[in-house]
């Protein structure tokens, strides 16, 4: 039989450490893959005996990339088992701090972790500036620096750059690989821009740092935020830090609709052969957020909650986090045991034992018939799972929400493609970019809705009334969930005697990138990347592309 | 692309950009301003940049969540693009490198091979030492020897953040994975430890920018830290130390004192423990930090700070087997203890006398009635 | 000086030569003085620090205008400074001092201070009168040994740490520093600190309670003693401070 296969260790431009082994057929097609996550830090086994009020910043640092929301999930699940209802101020606070992640995170994603998928650096020293501003006009006319002499200077730059003869990030990749599409132009076009959001994602993050104190990892709070409003002291979230906020969303604005967007959808348009690869399990899910109430209110989300099955937009099941009967993780392909036997648990009874059985490294390749990985493999009432951007996108938009359904309509117009061009590799990628766009408007309306409330004299951030362990309830367990960049998040705790007793985290990016489970259904990454076609197995730019569409975070996914 | 590599300066570089000589002086001063040089050094730093290559610089992750990385790139002076573009030569990232795969490990191989002593090994993240080292591979080699491997030619070895200064999250009780901080495995090259979970944009490539510069390591701490980010805590330099000194504290979130911006001890603020650069510097080109912000000091940059007990506590439980309690806790119970103690000693003392008292009466009036 | 014995009461001698008291100038002035500002740096310092611990009672009006917790620093650090003089003071006396400046050591190499030891523990117990010392008994001075000269070092040396954490190229950091990567970190430092700060409330109820009870039993003016200098004893009395020399 000829078939092949390969290895892509590291997978890099993503987060953490994986590995991507690969089963290719005569024809060079993928059949086979699995997903391999070779890290494992031990969070759940580090948090038990701690006090509860202090998880969010252990979880935080489960991710530095999509930092914010572990602690947002694990506040949110300290709060349920403590019955806690934070003030209406610290609500809106929390969702312009989940915005500001998403934006920034979308942003950085496209630019510079999945651009160079699509973007030939080296094709870019061919292009012609003039050519290149002409371009750059007409995909975005709402952009001003798009002129020759800005693009003369980033090509005269990348050209020195590439002539020092120290190619730094950018040296050994698939420079010229047949998979490369953009003409000269685009792709100058790209780098101008991989530059430009390079220098403006520190700006959008100055949100968190205003209102949590520093980006990465901002501070949150069990029972509210810590930053205090007082619009008359010049200590407090006053006048000014406000103002810097609305100044940090419009800018965001710009960047998002003038830049990525128009940038998404052109490179798009070079490649839509890319609709059909990629496709994955057709199963998504969305737990849903950025409440207009309070968490505990779905009805009142902007980003609705559901499941889409076998790709049946027509009807949205509903995801019960604490229905012991839905969600659970299974460990058959992981590096894990089960003490009490179970062979998959509820987050709340959830285990969490290494048991490494892979090769002893340095090692060659992996067994897609043993455990191969760290991460568990989280299923919904026995299916998998995609969750992320497109998921969300999916499920708003059969939920019939309009927001979803303006931005979705409107950029498959754009493209000329039909909705089921959304299940692909693509899709996911656009998904992201529309997403974005919807986060942006949000982030204006949550905004407003902060100095509404502030004009009504409210200006309260915490609830103090549970603070104290000693009021605690002997025992309590909550579930705290949320949408985090790359999807649905979870944080299962039990408290017990004013300690963590458990505590559980399923992570998007072990939905995603799981392996398989005993039935041997595959996770997200694995079935997508089946029947992709490799031009040159040696130069894996395919599976990087559709890997990267997901956007992976290791980290997060084992913990 | 180039086969010979000849030598590119950073003056070359900042040159070809369409700097200006002038400007490329100014950017000199600029930055000897942003490391905390007075002006005499302004000639050193254009010369160092006139004459040197970029420095390679191979960036590895081990245990860590890559939030170095993330707060790396925040930096605003000087601006990252300068710095991974102009002034070092990044040529190893898994976080940014657009190689993959075997590809990627290429290069890692041929920079020890070509630039033996001669490039920078910044780590993020730190290594298992566990069970052979299972808990991280890379291209299925284990991190550790990865470690070893990178840092045998290295000229100097930069620990990013308190996971590789000091081992951070995963190295926090129960430390499962037996993760190990850098200095403790790298012990025959100089290491610089930047603790901070994660260190401050500035400070990360402040270091950097010495290093260029200087051509050699900045001053170092006993924790191995430059004392030029690490010298001072972050209560010495905290704008709410008035209220410290004054009284003035945070008594509950929210409170009144909170809107006044008082002093946050109460709280569980860390500040007066900790070495950091945030309450002068601040996060995010100045716009805030922490303490600026309501919430206490975690103490992010030192030692073991999660294995301190709660956030929100002053003090903690004291480290004793079998004890759950503070040192008040303890000594109120020990003082009353001492109290009960004396007093049952006191008063047995008085019983135990006054009988004595009556007997010796009893035997002095016997032999009266005798006689 | 140590030594000379005199008669207190020539009408006593006369009257009743067998309870012939005698008086003996145990104390020389540099340990009264050292045992009085010692006592008084110890509360001092004792009730700053649960003051810096756990400040109370914030005063109204602006920060500028007060200088609560910077004044009781401040208080705490003088008093710790002079603590810690009149403590290598007393050290210095150990060995220029009589031989009962020495009398507090554990002299655990000789049998008869084990012995003492041994006795002393047993008259407490027994609630019995027993031998008499004119320096320490052994076990007294093995509580101070103890009770003040090592949670004294341990203070200090704590003390001096989170003193010195503000200027960490200083002398005091170069002397003490190495306690905080000792002891885990900054925050352990303090929490130790304050752990000891409570060993001396111990040790102040139990010294105080026995130096009042072995006064009441032996009859030996303790309690003056640590004024006048001067403790008293009956003749026949013998002195067993036999193992000091
Ligand atoms: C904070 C309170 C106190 C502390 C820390 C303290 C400490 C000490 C120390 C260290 C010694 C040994 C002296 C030496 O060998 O240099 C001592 C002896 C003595 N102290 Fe105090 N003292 C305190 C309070 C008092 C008070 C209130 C009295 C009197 C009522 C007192 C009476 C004495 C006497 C009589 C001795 C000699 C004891 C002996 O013969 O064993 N002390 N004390
Ligand atoms: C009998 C001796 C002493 C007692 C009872 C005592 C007691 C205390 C207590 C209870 C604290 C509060 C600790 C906390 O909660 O963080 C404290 C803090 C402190 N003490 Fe002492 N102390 C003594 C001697 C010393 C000495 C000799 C020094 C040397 C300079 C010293 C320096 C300090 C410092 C620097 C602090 C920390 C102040 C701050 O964090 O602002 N102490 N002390
Ligand atoms: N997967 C994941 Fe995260 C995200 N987004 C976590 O919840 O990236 Ni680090
Ligand atoms: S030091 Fe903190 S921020 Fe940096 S990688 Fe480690 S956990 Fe993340
Ligand atoms: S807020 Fe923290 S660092 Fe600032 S003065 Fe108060 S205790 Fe010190
Ligand atoms: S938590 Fe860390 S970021 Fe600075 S203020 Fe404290 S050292
Ligand atoms: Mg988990």
């Not at chain 1, 975005?140 to 200077?153: E, L, Q, R």
């Not at chain 3, 001096?160 to 190495?178: C, F, H, R, V």
Request: hydrophobic share 40%.
């Amino acid at each position: 039989m000829g078939t092949k296969r390969i290895v892509v260790d590291p997978v890099t431009r993503i987060e953490g450490h994986l590995r991507i082994e690969a089963i290719l057929n005569d024809k060079g097609v993928i059949n086979d893959a699995i997903s391999s996550g070779t890290m494992w830090r031990g969070l759940e086994v580090i948090l038990e005996g701690r006090d509860p009020r202090d998880a969010w910043a252990f979880c935080e640092r489960i991710c530095g990339v999509c930092t914010t929301v572990h602690a947002l999930a694990s506040v949110r699940c300290v709060e349920d088992a403590l019955q806690i209802k934070i003030p209406k101020n610290a609500e809106i606070i929390r969702n312009i701090m989940f915005l500001t992640q998403f934006v920034q995170d979308h942003v950085i994603h496209f630019y510079h972790l999945h651009a160079l998928d699509w973007v030939d650096i080296v094709s870019a020293l061919s292009a012609d500036p003039k050519a290149t501003a002409t371009l750059a006009q007409s995909v975005s006319p709402g952009k001003h620096n798009a002129t020759p002499g800005y693009f003369y200077d980033i090509k005269n730059t990348l050209k020195k750059f590439v002539d020092s003869g120290q190619l730094g990030l950018f040296q050994n990749a698939y420079w010229g690989h047949p998979a490369y599409k953009l003409p000269a132009e685009a792709n100058l076009m790209a780098v101008a821009h991989y530059l430009e959001a390079l220098k403006w994602q520190k700006e959008i993050i100055k949100i968190h740092t205003i209102f949590g104190g520093k980006n990465p990892h901002p501070n949150y709070l069990v029972g509210g935020m810590a930053c205090t409003i007082d619009l008359n002291s010049d200590n407090a979230i006053n006048m000014e830090r406000l103002n810097m906020v609305k100044d940090l969303i419009d800018n965001a604005f710009d960047i998002v609709e003038n830049m990525y967007i128009p940038d998404l959808l052109a490179i798009a348009s070079f490649y839509p052969e890319w609709t059909k690869y990629g496709e994955g399990l057709g199963n998504f899910m969305s737990y849903g957020d950025i409440p207009q109430t309070n968490i505990y209110d779905k009805s009142s989300y902007k980003i609705p909650a559901g499941i889409i099955l076998n790709k049946n937009l027509s009807e949205v099941h509903e995801v019960d986090q604490r229905d012991t009967g839905q969600i659970q993780e299974e460990i058959s392909h992981s590096w894990y045991e089960y003490p009490s036997g179970a062979d998959s648990l509820h987050p709340w009874e959830g285990e969490t034992k290494p048991k490494y059985t892979g090769p002893k490294p340095p090692y060659k390749n992996l067994d897609e018939n043993n455990a191969y990985t760290w991460l568990k493999a989280p299923r919904w009432k026995g299916h998998a799972m995609e969750v992320g951007p497109l998921a969300r996108m999916l499920v708003g938009y059969a939920s019939g929400d309009d927001d979803f359904k303006e931005v979705v309509n409107a950029a498959l117009g754009k493209l000329k493609l039909p909705a089921t061009a959304l299940f692909s590799t693509l899709g996911r990628t656009a998904a992201r970019g529309l997403e974005t766009q919807l986060c942006i408007h949000w982030l204006k309306q949550e905004y407003n809705r902060l100095i509404d409330n502030l004009k009504l004299g409210d200006t309260r951030v915490a609830d103090t009334t549970m603070w104290e362990p000693k009021d605690w309830p002997k025992e309590a367990k909550g579930v705290g969930h949320t949408e985090a960049p790359r999807g649905a998040l979870g944080h299962w705790i039990k408290i017990k005697d004013e300690k963590i007793d458990k505590y559980q985290i399923v992570v998007p990016s072990t939905w995603n990138a799981s392996p398989k489970d005993a039935k041997g259904q595959p996770g997200a990454y694995e079935a997508a990347l089946k029947g992709t076609p490799m031009a040159d197995p040696d130069q894996p730019v395919e599976i990087l592309r559709t890997i990267h569409s997901f956007d992976p975070c290791l980290a997060c996914a084992t913990h | 692309m180039t086969d010979s590599p000849k030598i590119i300066t950073t003056y070359d570089v900042l040159k070809q950009h369409g700097v200006s000589r002038r400007s490329f002086i100014k950017f000199c001063s600029m930055t000897a301003a942003a490391l905390g040089l007075d002006y005499t050094m302004v000639p050193k730093i254009v010369e160092a940049m006139e004459t040197k290559q970029r420095i390679p610089v191979l960036w590895l992750h081990g245990l860590e969540c890559t939030c170095c990385s993330e707060s790396f790139i925040r930096s605003s002076h000087p601006l990252v693009q300068d710095v991974i573009f102009n002034m070092i030569s990044l040529d190893y990232d898994e976080t940014l490198q657009a190689a993959a795969g075997h590809q990627a490990e290429e290069i890692r191989k041929k920079i020890i091979k070509e630039y033996p002593g001669q490039y920078i090994l910044a780590v993020e993240g730190n290594a298992p030492t566990k069970d052979g080292g299972v808990y991280c591979t890379i291209a299925g080699e284990s991190f550790v020897d990865i470690l070893e491997e990178t840092a045998e030619h290295a000229y100097a070895v930069v620990a990013w953040g308190s996971c590789a200064s000091n081992g951070c999250v995963q190295a926090a009780a129960p430390n499962p994975t037996g993760a190990q901080p850098v200095h403790e495995l790298i012990t025959n090259k100089p290491v610089i430890n930047v603790p901070g979970c994660p260190p401050i944009a500035e400070v990360m490539t402040g270091v950097l920018t010495y290093i260029l510069t200087f051509g050699k390591l900045p001053e170092l701490d006993r924790f191995k830290r430059p004392t030029m980010f690490y010298g001072q805590r972050i209560h010495d330099k905290c704008y709410r130390r008035s209220f410290f000194d004054a009284g003035q504290f945070v008594e509950q979130w929210d409170d009144d004192g909170a809107r006044k911006g008082w002093c946050l001890y109460k709280m569980g603020c860390r500040g007066p423990m900790t070495y950091n650069s945030c309450s002068t510097i601040k996060w995010n080109n100045g716009v805030s930090f922490p303490i600026g912000s309501g919430h206490g000091c975690l103490g992010c940059s030192e030692d073991n700070f999660w294995d301190n007990g709660s956030f929100y506590n002053r003090l903690s439980s004291v480290p004793l087997p079998g004890v759950e309690s503070t040192p008040e806790e303890i000594g109120k119970i020990a003082a009353v203890a001492a109290g009960v103690g004396v007093g049952a000693h006191a008063v047995s003392h008085i019983i135990s006398k006054t009988i004595k008292n009556a007997k010796e009466k009893k035997a002095e009036s016997k032999p009266e009635e005798k006689e | 000086m140590g030594d000379v014995v005199q008669p207190i009461n020539p009408e006593n001698v006369k009257g009743n030569p067998h309870e012939y008291f005698r008086r003996k100038y145990v104390w020389s002035w540099p340990i009264r003085i050292f045992h009085w500002v010692n006592a008084a740096a110890i509360i001092s310092l004792f009730f700053t620090g649960l003051y810096i611990s756990q400040p109370q009672l914030a005063p109204a009006g602006e920060a500028y205008n007060n200088f609560v917790m910077a004044n009781v620093r401040m208080i705490h650090f003088a008093s710790a400074f002079i603590f810690v003089i009149n403590f290598f003071w007393r050290m210095y006396w150990f060995w220029m001092g009589s031989k009962y400046a020495r009398s507090g050591f554990p002299f655990f190499w000789k049998k008869s201070w084990w012995q003492d030891l041994f006795r002393q523990v047993m008259d407490y117990i027994k609630l019995e009168k027993g031998h008499i010392h004119m320096g320490h008994n052994a076990l007294g001075g093995l509580a101070y040994t103890f009770g003040v000269i090592g949670l004294g070092w341990l203070q200090i040396l704590t003390g001096m740490a989170m003193y010195s954490e503000s200027n960490p190229k200083g002398i005091i950091a170069s002397l003490t520093g190495w306690v905080i990567p000792l002891s885990g970190g900054s925050f352990q430092v303090h929490m130790w600190h304050h752990l000891f700060a409570w060993g001396f409330i111990v040790f102040s109820i139990i010294h105080i309670y026995i130096v009042i009870y072995d006064g009441q039993v032996y009859k030996n003016g303790l309690v003056t003693s640590m004024v006048s200098g001067v403790k008293f004893y009956q003749e026949g009395d013998i002195d067993r401070d036999d193992w000091l020399k």
